[in-house]
Each structure stands twice: as structure tokens, then as C-alpha cells.
């Protein structure tokens, strides 16, 4: 027992090294981004700054230098999946989705007085730009899963894919607007239209929901 509860420390605290390790980095990239603007920052700049190597800088972001400032990509997805699939008993699929996307431009991190300066380095660098839209479309699939699973209809299904494509969308559409919350809302509100009445159109043979979504879908 008393091996198993060191084993078990031992692994808690090199993850949390691993994980301040990461952040470190990630913290160091963004300053000198921000200092002197994403192209003019190296790679190798980077990992001396916050006392790693390079090939160590990479362990942590293989995916490169653009990952740097978007370090949360896990944590996004697995959010906006639980919003569909822990949603309270007898909210609309609609309804979880808006609620999840105002609250992510309405989060502590976006009242941190840097955040400002954050949005502006990635609307002025085209690479940025592209990498923080394809880094949100990446999670299409996983949502279109949630989406069909709860609301019965099959995986793989377009209407569950187009509709997961268009609400990943909405945060691109969103951040260019001076109020990002009122254009979550009204861009949600002609989406769940028509998601909704997609999936409860009725079968004009059977009178029943197409598919059989959930009442709550």
C-alpha cells in the first residue's frame, strides 16, 4: 500500500511539473508575441527565453510554433462535447450549444486585461487566423457525435455534421463583431431554427418524429 501511494504521488507531482512545464512555455511565447508580433519571434527564441531546449519546446507542442498560442485546443473540445451530452434534463441540444459559446467570450479569461491585445495579434497575423479557425473546425467530428447520439439519429449523419461545421463557425463569426455575445445570439437563434425543425419534422406516413430525436434534442 505504502508503494502504491508513493507511485501514485510521485506520478501526481511529475505531471504537474509536466504541465507547469508546458505552461511556462506557452505563457513565454505569447509575451514576446505579444512584445514584438508572431513573425518576428523564432522558435529557438522561445525555448531560451523559458530555459528549455528546442527539441523540448517541440515535446510539448509537436503540433508547432502556432500551437503556442492556442495551448487549450483538449480542453475546448471536451467542453463543448459535455455541453451536448451533460446538458440538465430537458434543455434543447440549441439551447446547451449558446449557452456554452456566450459563456466561452464571456469567461474570466476573456476580462484579463491582456485578452484585448490576445484577439488583436490573431486578427492581425494571417497564420494565427487561419490556425485558431481550423483548430476550432477539428472539433467537428467529436460534436457531430455527441450530436447524433443524443438526438437518436445515426452517426454520421450531415445534419449532425453540417449543423456541428456552422455552430464551430459562429466563434470565427463572433470574434470579428464588436459585441461577440449579441452575435452569438443571433447567429445561434437562426441556427437553432433550423436544426430544430430538421430534427422534428414528422414522418407524413408514420406521424412520427423523422429519426426519432430526442423530445429535448
Request: proline share 6%.
Amino acid at each position: 500500500m505504502a508503494e502504491t501511494i508513493d507511485r501514485a504521488g510521485t506520478g501526481g507531482r511529475r505531471e504537474r511539473k509536466k504541465a507547469a512545464t508546458r505552461q511556462a512555455i506557452a505563457d513565454t511565447a505569447l509575451r514576446l508575441f505579444l512584445e514584438r508580433g508572431y513573425e518576428q519571434v523564432g522558435v529557438r527564441e522561445i525555448a531560451e527565453e523559458a530555459d528549455v531546449s528546442v527539441s523540448t519546446l517541440f515535446n510539448y507542442f509537436p503540433q508547432g510554433k502556432e500551437a503556442l498560442v492556442f495551448d487549450e485546443d483538449a480542453r475546448n473540445e471536451t467542453a463543448l462535447v459535455r455541453a451536448v451530452t451533460d446538458r440538465p434534463p430537458g434543455q434543447a441540444i440549441p439551447h446547451a450549444l449558446r449557452a456554452h459559446l456566450t459563456g466561452f467570450v464571456d469567461s474570466a479569461h476573456t476580462r484579463d486585461p491582456r485578452f484585448a491585445d490576445f484577439q488583436r495579434l490573431i486578427h492581425e497575423t494571417p497564420a494565427l487566423r487561419e490556425y485558431s479557425r481550423a483548430m476550432w473546425l477539428r472539433h467537428e467530428h467529436a460534436l457531430a457525435r455527441a450530436l447524433a447520439d443524443q438526438s437518436g439519429r445515426p452517426d454520421g449523419d450531415l445534419i449532425c455534421a453540417a449543423y456541428a461545421r456552422f455552430t464551430l463557425e459562429i466563434l470565427a463569426f463572433a470574434g470579428s463583431r464588436p459585441d461577440p455575445a449579441a452575435a452569438i445570439d443571433q447567429a445561434c437563434l437562426l441556427l437553432d431554427q433550423g436544426w430544430t425543425a430538421t430534427v422534428t419534422q414528422h414522418d407524413p406516413e408514420s406521424g412520427r418524429p423523422a429519426n426519432a430525436p430526442s423530445p429535448t434534442a
